[in-house]
């Protein structure tokens, strides 16, 4: 009987693999990602385990639910560190591929509507469009000098089909002005709530009606880094 297949796509892994998935991927830039777990289960396990110990209780009571909270503690501490740095690896190995902004915009909850390569130009440079609660947000990476041209050009599109709606223009980079790859999704959360959600159905519909007048363009070519959607509980240390 031929051995089933080990998914290779983190959406189709159970909770398991996907945890074993991650730690191998960020064990090949962090080395020391197994003495990190280490100490800070050792750590977290030690505030547990004081924590519980002077709660009311003595004898083999006392002792029993300071070992539990020793535990409890210790894994807690465990997977939030897990998840910072794994985190940190997945978007330093996404860094300056294309598509890395709309691989890391996979992150948002629900309430968000993600649409990657909205326009480029045949240097790569790409803008991806994120709707939700600020309204519409352009989120651009590539050259910054030329990224910026796309973005007029979309903005002003856009602007034809939801004036009333906010705009919002991000550059995904390291230089002045621009918004870290691994910041990327705070920050966009961070715009504010500035459309109602009674409000997103419309301004998605109209935003559906642009989209059908555009001219069907070939995708850029070039690698687009996996999605981390279905890494994002442990990303999140859940």
Do not use: C
């Amino acid at each position: 009987m031929a051995k089933k297949d080990t998914p290779t796509d983190p959406a189709d892994m159970n909770r398991r693999q996907q945890i074993v998935a991650t730690y191998r991927m960020t064990k090949q830039t962090d080395k020391r990602i197994g003495l990190w777990l280490l100490g800070s289960f050792l750590l977290f396990g030690a505030v547990g385990f004081a924590l519980f110990y002077v709660l009311p209780g003595e004898g083999v009571v006392q002792w029993i639910m300071s070992v539990v909270g020793a535990l409890l503690f210790g894994l807690l501490g465990a997977m939030i560190v897990f998840s910072r740095r794994a985190q940190r690896t997945a978007y330093d190995r996404m860094a300056g591929q294309p598509g890395a902004a709309a691989s890391a915009l996979t992150m948002l909850k629900r309430g968000w509507k993600t649409d990657p390569v909205i326009a480029f130009n045949k240097q790569q440079d790409v803008v991806h469009r994120v709707v939700g609660p600020p309204g519409i947000v352009l989120v651009a990476e590539g050259n910054q000098h030329r990224v910026r041209q796309i973005l007029t050009s979309e903005r002003r599109k856009h602007e034809r089909v939801a004036a009333e709606t906010p705009i919002h223009e991000v550059v995904v980079g390291d230089g002045e002005g621009q918004v870290p790859l691994a910041k990327l999704v705070r920050h966009v959360q961070k715009l504010g709530r500035q459309v109602k959600p009674a409000e997103l159905t419309d301004v998605l519909n109209r935003i559906k009606a642009l989209d059908a007048n555009r001219s069907a363009i070939p995708m850029p070519k070039g690698p687009v880094p996996t999605s981390m959607k279905g890494m994002r509980g442990n990303m999140r240390g859940r």
